[in-house]
T-cell receptor
Framework: NAGVTQTPKFRVLKTGQSMTLLCAQD?????MYWYRQDPGMGLRLIHY???????AKGEVPDGYNVSRLKKQNFLLGLESAAPSQTSVYFC??????????FGPGTRLTVL | LAKTTQPISMDSYEGQEVNITCSHN???????ITWYQQFPSQGPRFIIQ???TKVTNEVASLFIPADRKSSTLSLPRVSLSDTAVYYC???????????FGAGTRLTVKP
């Protein structure tokens, strides 16, 4: 099993550009999450999903949208990127909201 | 959500036991205590979870006093590879709104 994978690993955007980060898990987990981590700080929850077709806001949802069209995938979209969205983005999944399994992260820079 | 307080950093030497304490004064009755470990450039990894008294697994032990207002993660005989950031989280077992603080940066020296 690959576990949780994230695509891409790195990306540089210009202010105002859009992009989508893809998270995929092969553990048949119901729950999936998107976090961001800024230098020297812990992770902050952006959005999460408790099942296919459902999403909910986390601690810092503004400027992001998500979709969970398939159980194994969770997409994070930035419609109009801003420098404040420069961060490392982590995706995670869990079976029932308990132990979370994290992906390797996507390092995003917005110029 | 219960607020947690951990030391910002700790240093240790190889072979020593390391104890990291987390304070959570407003822990709720249904809350569990969970610890994660994060290496540089990687996502966090689950270490241990507990509700009360003591929990032990192959990696660590978690000590929780009767009042549950604090908890201590114990790492036996650390090695250089245990250098990482350790996060203490408090919340319902199936809480989807996990709040990671800044964590404790543990540095293990030779």
């Amino acid at each position: 099993n690959a576990g949780v994978t994230q695509t891409p690993k790195f990306r540089v955007l210009k202010t105002g550009q859009s992009m989508t980060l893809l998270c995929a898990q092969d553990m048949n987990h119901e729950y999936m999450y998107w976090y961001r981590q800024d230098p020297g700080m812990g992770l902050r929850l952006i959005h999460y999903s408790v099942g296919e077709g459902t999403t909910a806001k986390g601690e810092v949802p503004d400027g992001y949208n998500v979709s969970r069209l398939k159980k194994q995938n969770f997409l994070l979209g930035l419609e109009s990127a801003a420098p404040s969205q420069t961060s490392v983005y982590f995706c995670a999944s869990s079976r029932g909201g308990d132990t979370q399994y994290f992906g390797p992260g996507t390092r995003l820079t917005v110029l | 959500l219960a607020k947690t307080t951990q030391p910002i950093s700790m240093d240790s030497y190889e072979g020593q036991e390391v104890n990291i304490t987390c304070s959570h004064n407003n822990i709720a009755t249904n809350d569990y205590i969970t610890w994660y470990q994060q290496f540089p450039s990687q996502g966090p990894r689950f270490i241990i979870q507990g509700y009360k008294t003591k929990v032990t697994n192959e990696v660590a032990s978690l000590f929780i006093p009767a009042d549950r207002k604090s908890s201590t993660l114990s790492l036996p005989r650390v090695s250089l590879s245990d250098t990482a950031v350790y996060y203490c989280l408090v919340g319902r077992r199936n809480n989807n709104d996990m709040r990671f603080g800044a964590g404790t940066r543990l540095t293990v020296k030779p």
